[in-house]
C-alpha cells in the first residue's frame, strides 16, 4: 500500500457491504440485449422481400431459432444453400407465379408480336388475292386449284417465318429471365423493363451462342449421315449397314445427351450473369460447372424437357386441332383462321415452357455455383445478410 494514499474502511460497528442480486431465472442478463421478435407466419414475405419464405422443417424445427432459419436463408423464391430437384422446381414456379409480368408476360409478349406476322400475311392474301385453303385435299389426285396451292403455300412459309421470329423473341426472353431468376434469389422483383436493361450489350451474343449452339447440332447430324451414307455406298451390304446404322445411331445420341449436358444447357445463364463474359467463355464456364455433375445435370434437363413438352402440348394441342377443323368448315377464311389458330397455340405454348425452362436452368446453375464456388454467400451478401 503507497504511503500517503487515503483509506475507506467503513466506520466501527457499521453493516458489511451487500453484493448485487442475481438477475431472476430466466431473465437475460444485463446488456444482453432484448429477446428476438417473434417470427413471421408462414407464407410471409421475409424483411425486404418480395417472395413468401417458409419455415425450416426437420428434426429439431420446433425451437425460435429453427423457425426463424427459413427467413434468414430464404430471402427471396430459393433457399440460398445447395438446391434439391424440388427446391429447383418450387422456385421456377414460384418466380413464374410471384413476377408474371417479367416471365409469363415476356415471352407471351414476343410470342404474339411474332405470330402477328402470319396471320397479316393470312388476311392479306385472304381479302387482297383472293386464295384459299384447304388442309384436306389430296394433292396427289390433282384436285387442288391454284388458289389452294398458294394458300398452302402461304400457310406453311408464313408459320415457318413467323416461328423464326418467335425464336429470336424468346431467346432474348431467356436472357431477361436469367436476371429476374438472379434477383428472386436474393429477393428482389424487378419488372420487365429493367430485365430487358439488365441484357443491354449481350443480346447479339446470346443470339450468337443460341446460333452455335443449332450450329454444331446440325454438324453432328450431317456428320452422322454423311458417314451412314459412305458406309453404305462402301460396303454394299445390307447387313454391315443395318449395324452400323443402330451403332452410329446410339452413338450419336450418347454424343449429343453429353454435349447438351456439358456444354449447351447452362451456358445462356453463365452470358448473362456474369461480367464480361463471350460465347466461347460462357462453353468454357458450362463445361466447368457441369464437371462432376453430368449424369445430375442430364436427368435435370431431360426431366425438364419432358414437363415442358408434356404442358406445352396440352396447351397447345386444341389450336392445332382448330387449326385442321376451321378450314374445312370456312374454306373461304380457311387461311386466316388457320394462321390465327396457330399464332394463338404457339402463344399459350410458350406462355409455358419460355419461363419454365429458361427458369430451371439459370437456377441448376445457381446451384452448380453454390456447390462449387460458394455462391450462395455472395448471394446472401446481395441480399444484404451479410455485411459488405
Same mark, same amino acid.
Given at each position: 500500500?503507497? +504511503?500517503?494514499?487515503? %483509506?475507506?474502511?467503513?466506520?466501527?460497528?457499521?453493516?458489511?457491504?451487500?453484493?448485487?442480486?442475481?438477475?431472476?431465472?430466466?431473465?437475460?442478463?444485463?446488456?444482453?440485449?432484448?429477446?428476438?421478435?417473434?417470427?413471421?407466419?408462414?407464407?410471409?414475405?421475409?424483411?425486404? /422481400?418480395?417472395?413468401?419464405?417458409?419455415?425450416?422443417?426437420?428434426?429439431?424445427?420446433?425451437?425460435?431459432?429453427?423457425?426463424?432459419?427459413?427467413?434468414? %436463408?430464404?430471402?427471396?423464391?430459393?433457399?440460398?444453400?445447395?438446391?434439391?430437384?424440388?427446391?429447383?422446381?418450387?422456385?421456377?414456379?414460384?418466380?413464374?407465379?410471384?413476377?408474371?409480368?417479367?416471365?409469363?408476360?415476356?415471352?407471351?409478349?414476343?410470342?404474339?408480336?411474332?405470330?402477328?406476322?402470319?396471320?397479316?400475311?393470312?388476311?392479306?392474301?385472304?381479302? +387482297?388475292?383472293?386464295?384459299?385453303?384447304?388442309?384436306?385435299?389430296?394433292?396427289? /389426285?390433282?384436285?387442288?386449284?391454284?388458289?389452294?396451292?398458294?394458300?398452302?403455300?402461304?400457310?406453311?412459309?408464313?408459320?415457318?417465318?413467323? /416461328? #423464326?421470329?418467335?425464336?429470336?423473341?424468346?431467346?432474348?426472353?431467356?436472357?431477361?429471365?436469367? %436476371?429476374?431468376? %438472379?434477383?428472386?434469389?436474393?429477393?428482389?422483383?424487378?419488372?420487365? =423493363?429493367?430485365?430487358?436493361? +439488365?441484357?443491354?450489350?449481350?443480346?447479339?451474343?446470346?443470339?450468337?451462342? /443460341?446460333?452455335?449452339?443449332?450450329?454444331?447440332?446440325?454438324?453432328?447430324?450431317?456428320?452422322?449421315?454423311?458417314?451412314?451414307?459412305?458406309?453404305?455406298?462402301?460396303?454394299?451390304?445390307?447387313?454391315?449397314?443395318?449395324?452400323?446404322?443402330?451403332?452410329?445411331?446410339?452413338?450419336?445420341?450418347? @454424343? #449429343?445427351?453429353?454435349?447438351?449436358?456439358?456444354?449447351?444447357?447452362?451456358?445462356?445463364?453463365? #452470358?448473362?450473369? =456474369?461480367?464480361?463474359?463471350?460465347?466461347?467463355?460462357?462453353?468454357?464456364?458450362?463445361?466447368?460447372?457441369?464437371?462432376?455433375?453430368?449424369?445430375?445435370?442430364?436427368?435435370?434437363?431431360?426431366?425438364?424437357?419432358?414437363?415442358?413438352?408434356?404442358?406445352?402440348?396440352?396447351?397447345?394441342?386444341?389450336?392445332?386441332?382448330?387449326?385442321?377443323? +376451321?378450314?374445312?368448315?370456312?374454306?373461304?377464311?380457311?387461311?386466316? @383462321?388457320?394462321?390465327?389458330?396457330?399464332?394463338?397455340?404457339?402463344?399459350?405454348?410458350?406462355?409455358?415452357?419460355?419461363?419454365?425452362?429458361?427458369?430451371?436452368?439459370?437456377?441448376?446453375?445457381?446451384?452448380?455455383?453454390?456447390?462449387? =464456388?460458394?455462391?450462395?454467400? =455472395?448471394?446472401?451478401?446481395?441480399?444484404?445478410?451479410?455485411?459488405?
Amino acid at each position: 500500500m503507497t +504511503a500517503g494514499a487515503p %483509506h475507506n474502511f467503513p466506520p466501527p460497528g457499521a453493516p458489511p457491504p451487500q453484493e448485487p442480486a442475481p438477475p431472476a431465472y430466466g431473465a437475460p442478463p444485463p446488456g444482453y440485449g432484448a429477446p428476438p421478435p417473434p417470427p413471421a407466419p408462414p407464407g410471409a414475405p421475409a424483411p425486404g /422481400s418480395a417472395y413468401p419464405s417458409y419455415p425450416v422443417q426437420g428434426p429439431g424445427a420446433g425451437g425460435p431459432a429453427w423457425q426463424t432459419l427459413g427467413a434468414a %436463408h430464404k430471402p427471396g423464391a430459393i433457399p440460398l444453400r445447395p438446391l434439391t430437384l424440388g427446391s429447383i422446381y418450387d422456385g421456377a414456379f414460384r418466380i413464374m407465379r410471384y413476377n408474371p409480368k417479367a416471365t409469363v408476360g415476356a415471352a407471351v409478349l414476343v410470342t404474339a408480336v411474332a405470330m402477328i406476322i402470319p396471320v397479316v400475311v393470312g388476311i392479306v392474301l385472304t381479302y +387482297a388475292a383472293g386464295l384459299t385453303l384447304d388442309l384436306t385435299a389430296d394433292s396427289s /389426285s390433282g384436285e387442288m386449284t391454284d388458289s389452294e396451292t398458294l394458300g398452302l403455300l402461304a400457310y406453311y412459309g408464313s408459320s415457318v417465318f413467323g /416461328s #423464326l421470329i418467335s425464336w429470336v423473341g424468346i431467346t432474348l426472353v431467356t436472357g431477361t429471365i436469367a %436476371h429476374v431468376v %438472379h434477383d428472386a434469389a436474393v429477393g428482389r422483383k424487378i419488372g420487365l =423493363e429493367q430485365s430487358w436493361a +439488365a441484357t443491354r450489350g449481350k443480346r447479339w451474343r446470346l443470339i450468337g451462342l /443460341s446460333l452455335l449452339v443449332g450450329l454444331l447440332f446440325s454438324l453432328m447430324l450431317v456428320l452422322w449421315a454423311v458417314l451412314l451414307v459412305a458406309v453404305i455406298v462402301l460396303t454394299q451390304s445390307v447387313l454391315v449397314s443395318i449395324l452400323w446404322g443402330l451403332a452410329s445411331t446410339a452413338g450419336l445420341v450418347v @454424343l #449429343l445427351l453429353w454435349t447438351w449436358a456439358r456444354l449447351f444447357y447452362i451456358p445462356v445463364p453463365a #452470358l448473362m450473369l =456474369e461480367p464480361e463474359t463471350g460465347v466461347f467463355a460462357a462453353l468454357a464456364r458450362s463445361w466447368r460447372l457441369t464437371r462432376g455433375s453430368f449424369w445430375r445435370v442430364l436427368g435435370i434437363a431431360l426431366l425438364t424437357w419432358l414437363i415442358g413438352s408434356f404442358g406445352g402440348g396440352i396447351l397447345a394441342t386444341p389450336f392445332s386441332i382448330a387449326a385442321v377443323v +376451321a378450314p374445312a368448315i370456312w374454306p373461304d377464311q380457311g387461311l386466316v @383462321l388457320a394462321l390465327a389458330l396457330q399464332s394463338l397455340g404457339a402463344v399459350a405454348q410458350n406462355a409455358f415452357v419460355a419461363p419454365f425452362l429458361a427458369g430451371v436452368a439459370t437456377l441448376l446453375y445457381v446451384d452448380l455455383r453454390m456447390r462449387r =464456388e460458394a455462391y450462395d454467400v =455472395e448471394l446472401m451478401g446481395e441480399a444484404g445478410l451479410l455485411p459488405a
